[in-house]
Structures are given as structure tokens and as C-alpha cells.
Antibody, heavy 124, light 106 residues
Framework: EVQLVESGGGLVQPGGSLRLSCAAS????????MDWVRQAPGKGLEWVGR??????????EYAASLKGRFTISRDDLKNSLYLQMNILKIEDTAVYYC???????????????WGQGTLVTVSS | DIQMTQSPSSLSASVGDTVTITCRASRGVTTHIGWIQQKPGKAPKSLIY???SLQSGVPSKFSGSGSGTDFTLTISSLQPEDFATYYCHQHHIYPLTFGGGTKVEF
């Protein structure tokens, strides 16, 4: 059974940093692209970024508005995904989900499994 | 960025109904869209990828269609567990983007 379990959320002051983790199990983690998606309270889903697999040199993509503050990394030996968030702003308050992605027949990767999310609250 | 516009933003339905949700992309995404279900306070669940392919374990009451810029999600024989918010998203080009959601309620 595919499982994704996020951790590391909490209350942080504006300007602070936080590192989220996502522990994966039930599948070959190293094969998959992985994503972070967030959801502000009462709002819709917003893509944060993606990290590709080793075959694609662990390259990353980010939402333009977050690039430079957020960094995605992974440790395939630990089956773990990470999101380093710096210079946090009040508007970064959200539930952060990790999601696994898998390729379709065209090689485009779409979300297929999601974690339960971890809440990040940025407030003074 | 590709904008994904869903309609309606909410709809009222009854058990047993068939409902259709529409998603329009601001430019062509071939068939690289997916549909996601989210119940209140719960994690998203992926239903469909590549416009019409069901994710593993998703019942056939859910169906998707479309290509280019116009897509639909149809839910047949609505059951109480289907009342949720549904999002489309495009996985054609970065940044990946979501529609604003459609809340299906009583």
C-alpha cells in the first residue's frame, strides 16, 4: 500500500524557516517524481514544486512565486522527500501535501497518491 | 501560466443524479489533465489522469473526457460519499496549475 506521511509543520514567525518531510513507503520511491502542493485555509490547491528522479538527475521545478525561498530535495536511501522553506510569509500559511507522480503514456507525470498533509502556520 | 477555469463553482445534486463538471484551459494541454476529489478536512484523492484514464481503484462511475482546452468530469449515480470538492489540474507544462474547484453538495 502506498503511504506518504508528512511531518515538520507547526507555528513559525514571519521571516523564519521550516523544513517539512514526507516519508514514503509501499512503492519504489526512487523511481518516482515527487511534488509538494499546498492549500491555504478555505482555499484551493496550489502547486509548490517538483523533484524528478535520479534518471532525470533530481532536477527541480518550482512555482515562480516561491522560487528562491523554497527548496525541494529528496533522499532515496531514506525514502524521504523534503521541503525547505525560508523567509516565510504570513501568506505561506497552508496545509502542505506531498504527492507522488507517475507518467502517462506520453511521459507526462500526474499526481496519483497524496499524503494527509501537515499544517504550517506563519504568524507573529 | 496556463489558467484552468472550472464551472460551476458549486452545484446542488441529489443521490442518484448524474453530474458534469467542466474545466477549460487557457491554452491547449492536449490530454494532460487530471481530476482530484477532496472531502472536507481530508487529503486530496486523484481520480483521473490523462483526461480520461482512471487511477487505480477508482470506480467507473467517474469518467473524464476532452482534449485541447475543454474537459469534463462526469459522476454517475451520485452517492453520499461523492459529495466533495473536485479540482481539475493540468500536467502539460510547468508550472502545474489547478482549477478553482467545484463543490458538489446536497
Amino acid at each position: 500500500e502506498v503511504q506518504l506521511v508528512e511531518s515538520g509543520g507547526g507555528l513559525v514567525q514571519p521571516g523564519g524557516s521550516l523544513r517539512l518531510s514526507c516519508a514514503a513507503s509501499g512503492f519504489t520511491f526512487s523511481d518516482h517524481y515527487m511534488d509538494w502542493v499546498r492549500q491555504a485555509p478555505g482555499k484551493g490547491l496550489e502547486w509548490v514544486g517538483r523533484i524528478r528522479n535520479k534518471a532525470k538527475s533530481y532536477t527541480t521545478e518550482y512555482a515562480a512565486s516561491l522560487k528562491g525561498r523554497f527548496t525541494i530535495s529528496r533522499d532515496d536511501l531514506k525514502n524521504s522527500l523534503y521541503l525547505q522553506m525560508n523567509i516565510l510569509k504570513i501568506e505561506d500559511t497552508a496545509v502542505y501535501y506531498c504527492a507522488r507522480s507517475s507518467p502517462d503514456s506520453d511521459g507526462h507525470h500526474s499526481f496519483d497518491y497524496w499524503g494527509q498533509g501537515t499544517l504550517v502556520t506563519v504568524s507573529s | 501560466d496556463i489558467q484552468m477555469t472550472q464551472s460551476p463553482s458549486s452545484l446542488s445534486a441529489s443521490v442518484g443524479d448524474t453530474v458534469t463538471i467542466t474545466c477549460r484551459a487557457s491554452r491547449g494541454v492536449t490530454t494532460h489533465i487530471g481530476w482530484i476529489q477532496q472531502k472536507p478536512g481530508k487529503a486530496p484523492k486523484s481520480l483521473i489522469y490523462a483526461a480520461s484514464s482512471l487511477q487505480s481503484g477508482v470506480p467507473s462511475k467517474f469518467s473524464g473526457s476532452g482534449s485541447g482546452t475543454d474537459f469534463t468530469l462526469t459522476i454517475s449515480s451520485l452517492q453520499p460519499e461523492d459529495f466533495a470538492t473536485y479540482y481539475c489540474h493540468q500536467h502539460h507544462i510547468y508550472p502545474l496549475t489547478f482549477g478553482g474547484g467545484t463543490k458538489v453538495e446536497f
